[in-house]
């Protein structure tokens, strides 16, 4: 099993907290590509928490993901351990050779897609999935998973 596949609701919320509750994000520094994702209260100029592209650290990404309700429209988040250099990741073939633990990929706001080397993690996320509802619930294999590139434009 590669990953996970699934559908999150069309609104407002904290999608990103309720899929990474339990995971100990300061294991990691986060990679943050491709993002847009929109405050529900505006933020003195900001309409998105993250900058085009950027590294972050664990203690980063839970401050921005358990603020104010958000809606994300599209994002590509890898975590990286912390002793390891982060990379680009074009692809699964890449995220296997990399250091990289976890690749979460949402896209047209209700599309999510996770990509995970550790059960653990992955069982983790999963139940979270479950908990909250989510919908359409499938495994990432070999077999089904068409994606070629791990972008979501």
Same mark, same amino acid.
């Given at each position: 099993? +590669? *990953?996970?596949?699934?559908?999150? =609701?069309?609104? $407002?919320? @904290?999608?990103?907290? &309720? %899929? !990474?509750? *339990?995971?100990?994000?300061? !294991?990691?520094?986060?990679?943050?590509?491709?993002?847009?994702?929109?405050?529900?209260? =505006?933020?003195? *100029? !900001?309409?998105?928490?993250?900058?085009?592209?950027?590294?972050? #650290?664990? #203690?980063?990404?839970?401050?921005?993901?358990?603020? &104010?309700?958000? $809606?994300?429209?599209? %994002?590509?988040?890898?975590?990286? =351990?912390?002793?390891?250099?982060?990379?680009?990741?074009?692809?699964? +073939? &890449?995220?296997? @050779?990399?250091?990289?633990?976890?690749?979460?990929?949402?896209?047209?706001?209700?599309?999510?897609?996770?990509?995970?080397?550790?059960? +653990? !993690?992955?069982?983790?996320?999963? &139940?979270?999935? %479950?908990?909250?509802?989510? #919908?359409?619930?499938?495994?990432?294999?070999?077999?089904?998973?068409? +994606?070629?590139?791990?972008?979501?434009?």
């Amino acid at each position: 099993m +590669r *990953g996970i596949s699934f559908k999150a =609701p069309n609104k $407002y919320g @904290h999608i990103l907290i &309720d %899929i !990474l509750n *339990g995971v100990d994000l300061n !294991l990691f520094q986060w990679n943050v590509m491709q993002a847009d994702i929109i405050w529900s209260i =505006p933020q003195k *100029g !900001l309409s998105s928490f993250f900058d085009v592209e950027q590294n972050i #650290s664990g #203690s980063e990404l839970i401050k921005q993901i358990t603020k &104010d309700d958000y $809606y994300v429209l599209f %994002i590509v988040l890898k975590a990286f =351990p912390l002793d390891s250099k982060i990379m680009e990741i074009n692809n699964y +073939r &890449d995220f296997l @050779h990399s250091d990289c633990q976890l690749a979460l990929l949402i896209y047209d706001v209700t599309n999510v897609e996770i990509y995970c080397k550790e059960d +653990r !993690l992955l069982k983790i996320i999963t &139940d979270n999935i %479950i908990n909250n509802g989510y #919908s359409q619930i499938e495994e990432i294999t070999e077999e089904n998973n068409l +994606r070629t590139e791990f972008y979501v434009l």
